[in-house]
């Protein structure tokens, strides 16, 4: 279904009955990024993917200052009150963990729980890893692109049908909104002074060779919001819930059920 937030067009796949569980993906993905999840999700909970805009299904807006992490997070209150959801559990991961850090800090009333998935409490995308994103994404085609993020996303014990896969999400992007949530929507991030005012139930899952977002963002987390749990998955890279999702699962249901 779509819903119209008045800023954006939202793409949201719905699936399952129970408490609501919003599932929030990071930068070049979509909704398709959760085919490991949303099945078993769905055993326990409403569960609901978004496509931020600029991304899958939804619209593309290109103002000036269009992606800023703060509207993105406006973006899934607005659909949180058009389904009339109530307070949600929250999953965001990377960038979708920016988001949900955002929306529990400023709408704490439409949180009911996080899980804050490969992600840190500010903009911490190694600046070498970050650069050669931006140079690759304007000079190259997204098939070569998507190469360089497999690379740094994926640890070297992930499949070649995992790589296979990421590739085909990556190719669908639009290059010109990719870019400008690339260099403007995650630049100034930092909640890391506020996250002690997050006083709901938070797990913190960390990949053990993210070169993305590092396992010390998650760590840092952790720490800053009061009675967070702390879970590493061994041996992944930025994409623990693909590279092992029945690992990932478990934590995540451990925690919510």
């Not at 779509?2 to 979509?30: C, N």
């Not at 899952?205 to 061994?234: K, S």
Request: hydrophobic share 45%; with cysteine.
């Amino acid at each position: 279904m779509i819903v119209d937030t008045g800023a954006a067009q939202l793409f949201v796949q719905q699936s399952g009955k129970g408490e609501p569980l919003i599932l929030i993906h990071g930068l070049g993905m979509s909704s398709a990024l959760w085919i490991n999840q949303i099945p078993v999700f769905s055993r326990h909970f409403h569960t609901l993917a978004v496509d931020l805009r600029g991304f899958g299904r939804s619209s593309r807006p290109d103002g000036p200052g269009d992606y800023a992490i703060e509207l993105l997070a406006e973006d899934i209150a607005e659909v949180i009150r058009q389904l009339e959801l109530g307070r949600c559990h929250v999953l965001g991961t990377s960038m979708g963990g920016f988001i949900a850090q955002a929306l529990a800090i400023a709408r704490p009333d439409l949180c009911r729980s996080l899980v804050l998935c490969h992600t840190a409490p500010r903009m911490s995308i190694p600046s070498d890893v970050l650069e050669r994103r931006v140079e690759a994404l304007g000079n190259m085609p997204l098939e070569e692109y998507a190469e360089i993020v497999i690379d740094q996303a994926c640890s070297v014990n992930a499949s070649r049908e995992l790589r296979s896969w990421v590739a085909g999400l990556l190719v669908h992007n639009d290059k010109r909104a990719y870019t400008q949530v690339m260099t403007e929507g995650l630049r100034g991030f930092d909640v890391g002074a506020q996250l002690g005012k997050i006083h709901i139930p938070t797990l913190v899952i960390t990949g053990e060779f993210d070169q993305v977002l590092p396992r010390e963002g998650g760590e840092e987390i952790a720490r800053l919001i009061p009675g967070a749990v702390l879970v590493e998955i061994e041996g992944v890279g930025h994409l623990g819930y693909a590279e092992r999702p029945v690992e990932f699962n478990d934590a995540v249901l451990s925690f919510l059920c």
